[in-house]
């Protein structure tokens, strides 16, 4: 596994398999109690099926490890929607959302410049 670069404030862990076909994020408790609820799964897999060309992630498998002496860890693996055998010129992290999603000139600097909602 390769660790990434996080591109968001989010603090979630982000991890290459070496082949650059899956992600590996870590995951906060809340967003775990999301992604398992069956409703939310039943929805998901049924939507991603009916359309095999939609651009949603796919999503592998949804885990927790659990330790005695420490707390959880939560984490999920998905598909890789930008295989890096591909030159990306500009990349967009779209959330759904107006409140704060401009690009700073920090993030347009950068080697592949991260647009956010508004930028759009």
Known sequence: LNEMRA????????FMSADGRFIIKSLFPHEFSVLTQKNFLFDYFSHVSEHPESLLVRFYGVYSIAVETQAPVYFVVMENLMPHQHNLHLMFDLKGSTVGRCAS????????????????
């Open 7 to 14: 591109a968001g404030k989010s603090g979630s862990s982000f």
């Open 105 to 120: 000139d920090e993030d347009k600097a950068q080697s592949v410049p991260i647009y956010k909602d508004l930028d759009f």
